[in-house]
């Protein structure tokens, strides 16, 4: 089983989607005590590889805290790339996504001093019907981590269609149920009880794709430190404010402290592979090319 971060900074990149500015300062010290606690939890509970995991960070954290990219680096981990700003790619054009993607890539190899190969999308939102976007990402990186997927011919069948010829693909498993697309790891791990993230494991592996938890640094313990204020959220309007300021605490508080004790138990039965870069020689192997 793999474990996965998308590093992030819940604070400004909501702040960001909301058009409450266009970048701000950091929440640096919340983001290096989650990533202490992140990496604390994978020495306590994994062996050998399985110590060190792939975090896909924003550029504008490599920008602005190049230190802790460093850091993460150093630890063993792997850096891969979450897009420059934590932006929906399918909101920007194709000459947006390759410069972002590039300028990205940039930061967070010179703050890390490590080759970026490695992408994923935020919130996974891609253009799964034009091969554009795809390609931009092709150009510039080796393999992506972006794509929902119940079904290994469905990987195949989508790279064909995409006309990726080096691009590889880990790929995220899903499954549709009444008309809701599930997936392994974040709100779904800490909402729902330990026994759904078994039966996805389950699932997944019985449909040969590699299970796949992606977590986000505020999900490791309760994470108000990063969440709006109300006086910010109120040039939103009142309403908007009310909502927003409650809602963060679906991501920043609701069942947070379950997180790090599934993922103990969960890793005891399905032991961590590491990072998906030291895994992409076996990709063939479960992925049909």
Same mark, same amino acid.
């Given at each position: 089983?793999?474990?996965?971060?998308?590093?992030e900074?819940?604070?400004h990149?909501?702040?960001?989607?909301?058009?409450?500015?266009?970048?701000?300062?950091?929440k640096?010290k919340?983001?290096?005590?989650?990533?202490?606690?992140?990496?604390?939890?994978?020495?306590?509970?994994?062996?050998?590889?399985g110590?060190?995991?792939?975090?896909?960070?924003?550029?504008?954290?490599?920008e602005?805290?190049?230190?802790?990219?460093?850091q993460?680096?150093?630890?063993?981990?792997?850096?891969?790339?979450?897009?420059?700003?934590?932006?929906?790619?399918?909101?920007?054009?194709?000459?947006?996504?390759y410069?972002m993607?590039?300028?990205?890539?940039?930061y967070l190899?010179?703050?890390?001093?490590?080759?970026?190969?490695?992408?994923?999308?935020?919130?996974?939102?891609?253009n799964?019907?034009?091969?554009?976007q795809?390609?931009?990402?092709e150009?510039?990186?080796?393999?992506?981590s972006?794509?929902?997927?119940?079904?290994?011919?469905?990987?195949a069948?989508?790279?064909?269609?995409?006309?990726?010829?080096?691009?590889k693909?880990?790929?995220?498993?899903?499954?549709?149920v009444?008309?809701?697309?599930?997936?392994?790891?974040?709100?779904?791990?800490?909402?729902?009880?330990?026994?759904?993230?078994?039966?996805?494991i389950?699932s997944?592996?019985?449909?040969?794709?590699?299970?796949h938890?992606y977590?986000?640094?505020?999900?490791?313990?309760?994470?108000?430190?990063?969440?709006i204020?109300?006086?910010?959220?109120?040039k939103?309007?009142?309403?908007?404010?009310?909502?927003?300021?409650?809602?963060?605490?679906?991501? #920043?508080?609701?069942?947070? =402290? %379950?997180? @790090?004790?599934? !993922?103990? &138990?969960l890793?005891? $039965?399905?032991? #961590?592979?590491?990072?998906? =870069? %030291?895994? @992409?020689?076996? !990709?063939? &192997?479960?992925?049909? $090319?």
């Open positions: 089983m793999y474990l996965s971060i998308d590093f900074d819940f604070h990149d909501a702040k960001r989607s909301f058009g409450l500015w266009e970048t701000g300062p950091l640096t919340s983001l290096w005590e989650k990533y202490e606690k992140i990496n604390t939890f994978l020495k306590q509970n994994s062996q050998d590889h110590r060190f995991a792939t975090f896909f960070c924003t550029g504008v954290i490599a602005k805290e190049p230190s802790l990219i460093r993460i680096a150093r630890d063993g981990h792997e850096i891969g790339c979450h897009y420059y700003y934590h932006d929906l790619l399918k909101n920007d054009d194709d000459v947006c996504i410069n993607l590039s300028k990205a890539k940039e190899e010179k703050a890390s001093e490590t080759e970026v190969i490695g992408f994923r999308a935020p919130v996974f939102a891609i799964y019907d034009s091969p554009t795809y390609k931009a990402i150009k510039v990186f080796e393999y992506d972006s794509f929902k997927t119940g079904s290994l011919d469905d990987v069948y989508f790279k064909e269609k995409m006309g990726l010829k080096k691009l693909i880990f790929p995220i498993y899903s499954k549709n009444f008309g809701k697309s599930l997936r392994l790891g974040g709100t779904y791990l800490k909402m729902f009880p330990e026994i759904y993230s078994k039966l996805m389950k997944s592996k019985k449909k040969g794709i590699e299970p938890i977590l986000h640094p505020y999900e490791f313990d309760i994470s108000t430190d990063f969440k204020n109300f006086m910010d959220l109120k939103l309007g009142n309403k908007k404010a009310i909502y927003w300021y409650i809602r963060q605490n679906q991501w #920043l508080a609701f069942n947070n =402290k %379950s997180t @790090i004790r599934k !993922l103990t &138990s890793t005891k $039965e399905n032991p #961590l592979k590491g990072t998906l =870069k %030291s895994n @992409i020689n076996n !990709l063939g &192997s479960y992925i049909p $090319e």
